[in-house]
């Protein structure tokens, strides 16, 4: 007998909603829910293999606890003690920054991961935080911070309504779109062009986003801030700067034209090796458009500038008044944000309020980079003690963070390390404790980040669609009892935690005069909360509480989880609207256009003209039935072009004497792999591409089909030296190394 049942999707940020066919305990089909308010049945080859990917027989069952130097099955009971033990021991004796935690990309596709981590860094009062952010996205909550006073105030382009789209080192098209959240992304470029809109694709690869393009330009790997800087110089030289409504929100912009002066299109077209008048085009094209959106992602932020790319991009959409109005760039607002507070000056944002021990980095957002995760591991300094515990949450650093091999090493060096990871890994294998989830069709699923970075308002949760096999542990449940063993409450019930949010949470807001609950008391409020556990109940307090909320009774028709659970197919919230300038949090209370430290690392893009680089660059790639280091054990997503090859252009394989097929040796600062070539000519000269997340060829892991074709690890060709010194960025791209063909 089979049955169906609804599950958001959590294996990318599109957040499609599935149907999924169940019988027994077991998934055995995915289409798309033609009746979710957000993707309308949108799905792809990843979603349609949810079964496979949920079912994955390498899957952990059990907890698993070092003895005698082995992994071994144990009771959650016995894990968690080892847990409190290790963690509590390094606190003891070395102080609290000698536990590191590392929060890895899974954490904003589940539940737990939105809820306990921020617990558990409170508790723990680390400095050693580090996450998937500084290989990702960091500098855009860098130039958010600066320039809206918010680090998560991410503006996204209005996909479905915007006339003029440009699109920089971004491949929605295999990667489904990022810090963009939209359900079929590829089918609203085409409808943008349906609607006689034009897309312009700026990417050194010939990529399927960029087949689409009405226009491509292949520039060279890490120039973009460049052509973006000359576009605003021929904003200003040309007089097309209009900031349309926004100009009275607006300061700075006499300062901004004098900081881009000399970054000309002629200036900048021999780095970039992109013709001036082109880049005019550009500029001209983008003021003209009745509305328009620049939209950067990995490719203009994993590389030296990519801060000051990420500002830039945002620049544009300022100088252009697309910034927060429909078919420009705009700020959703999700339910489970908090309470729009009054307009105002606010506390702004701040940078490096410490560094990291070794390198010194500047911390962003409270993380240190992940780059430097390796050193502060195995370099013992005078400032402080290295680390010596490591917690690890859905994280593959050993693949995913620069400085690989070196970072394989230092975890053996650790005196403990706990890994909340479904599978046996090239990192979780390092660990004395690994904590299985369970798979996601036996846990509850809504997207707490993603809901702020969508093209359209809406809320959507979906319960377990399988009931939690015996001997599973909640996900929730999991970091709950983590957090309590690693801060000294081990033992105590996990729902201590959720009491413990709430409390807090609830305190504050009585005591905020634009509260819908200021003044009642928070004893009250939180009787009334429901839902059948602690997770539940604090979703149905953020949805309260947040902008679209029942305000506990104050607003009768407004959001509460009972609300939702009635509407499993979720609920529409409308369009973007423009939200400034209630949700400036700068000092000014204005959008600070130029702030001090993008003015003071501006120099450094200048000098960046005179130094032309020659030799082969590195850049990555993303395959659409692929996602990350997790995904290669799943048999239906990996072969055909899903490989681990070294794109190269013609020209260039011809002068190394490489074919396609040929074995060649990959040269960087941090290591070498051997590798498969692949001649093709959608990709640049001087340029070549190897995806990440490969490598599975180590020792102890268990996953048996992708080391079947274990690819290789494309991050041990890093050194973990080259960063983007404002936010601490990982440069992944753009990476200068050496190949030769081996004989
Ligand atoms: N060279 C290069 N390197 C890159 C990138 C690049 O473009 N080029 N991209 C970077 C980017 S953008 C990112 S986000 C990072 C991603 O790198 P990571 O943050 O390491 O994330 P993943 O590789 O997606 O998965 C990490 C771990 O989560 C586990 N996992 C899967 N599902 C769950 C779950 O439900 N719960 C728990 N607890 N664990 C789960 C997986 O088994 C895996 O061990 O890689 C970065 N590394
Ligand atoms: N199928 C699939 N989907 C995914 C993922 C996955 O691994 N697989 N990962 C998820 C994650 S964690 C993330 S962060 C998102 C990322 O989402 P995207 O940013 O769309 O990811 P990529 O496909 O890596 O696209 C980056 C593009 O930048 C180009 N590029 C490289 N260097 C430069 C440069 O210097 N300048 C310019 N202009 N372009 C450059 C690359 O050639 C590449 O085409 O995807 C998410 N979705
Ligand atoms: S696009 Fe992303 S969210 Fe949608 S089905 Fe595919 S993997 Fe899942
Ligand atoms: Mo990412």
Redesign the pocket.
Known sequence: MSRTALRICPL??ATCGLTLTVEGTRVTGARGDRDDVFSKGFICP?GASFGAVDGDPDRLRTPLVRRDGELREATWAEAFDAVADGVRGVVERYGANSVGVVLG?PNVHTVAGGLYPPVLLAGLGTRSVFT?STV??MPKHVSSGLLFGDANAIPVPDLDHTDHLLL?????L?????LCTAPDFPGKLKALKARGGTLTV????R?RTARLADRHIA?R????ALLLAAMAYTLFEEDLVDLGELAPHVMGVEELRDAVRDFSPEAVTAACDVDAPLIRTLARELAAAPTAAVYG????CT?PYGTLGSWLVDVLNILTGNLDRPGGALFPQAATDRTPRPAGPSHGFSLGRWHSRVSRHPEAKGELPLSALAEEIDTATAEGEPIRALIAVAANPVLSAPDGDRLDKALDGLDFMVSVDPYLNETSRHADVVLPPPPPSQSAHHDFAFNTLAVRNQVRYTRPAVPLEPGRMAETEILARLTLAATGMHGADPSAVDDLVIGQTLGKAVKEPWSPVHGRDPKELAAQLTGENGPERRIDMMLRLGPYGDGFGVRPDGLSLEKLLAHPHGIDLGPLRSRLPQLLKTRSGKVELLPRPIADDLPRLRRSLDELPDGLVL??????????SWMHNVPALTGGSNRCTLHIHPEDAERLGVRTATEVRVKGAGGEVVVKAEVTDGIRRGVV?LPH?WGHDRPGTRLSHAATDPGVNVNQLLDGSLLDPLSGNAVL??VPIEIMAQL
């Open positions: 990318c940020e990843k990309n998937a990702d996205q920089i080192g971004a491949n929605p295999e990667s489904n779109g990022s700026i990417d050194p690869r990529t520039i790997p890490g120039t973009d992602r990995i490719g203009s590389v850049v990555g790639r993303r395959h659409l039935r692929s996602n990350n591409s997340g791209n753009g």
